[in-house]
């Protein structure tokens, strides 16, 4: 189970954001905080972070975020759109993302990210939207 909601039934190990190394710092409903090891398994051939990785980075802080604001399990959340700006080019060290709610409405969350590499530069930028929907496979209890 995932320390961090506990009704949700995958560790954070076996997602994407656990195959690509990502360490949370923090997570509330407004604002999640994680960093990405630059390690051979996020990087280009030519050795830098591919900024799918960070983009991928990005959108998990948002559905996470968004995940603890929902009532879960009657509601799930999922990626709906994302827009990234990739600023600078990262070889070693880490990168670490801050997303923080613009938008908290009914069926649609957004989220501004900013990423950092370890000398504190930003490195990237984008806005997520997050979709949350009745989880139709979730049968509500009988009051």
Known sequence: MDPLNPAVSLVLDRTLE?????????????????????????????????????????????????????????????GQEINGSLLRTVFDGHVEATATILHRGRTTWVWDVRALDSEGRLVAVARCSIAVRPNRQHAPDPA
């Open 18 to 78: 656990g195959t690509l190394g990502i360490e949370l710092i923090e997570v509330t409903e407004d604002r999640v905080v994680a960093r990405l090891p630059v390690t051979d398994r996020v990087r280009q051939p030519y050795g830098a972070v591919h900024g799918g990785a960070i983009l991928a980075m990005a959108e998990g802080l948002a559905s996470m975020g968004t995940l603890r604001g929902i009532a879960y399990p009657a509601e799930v959340c999922f």
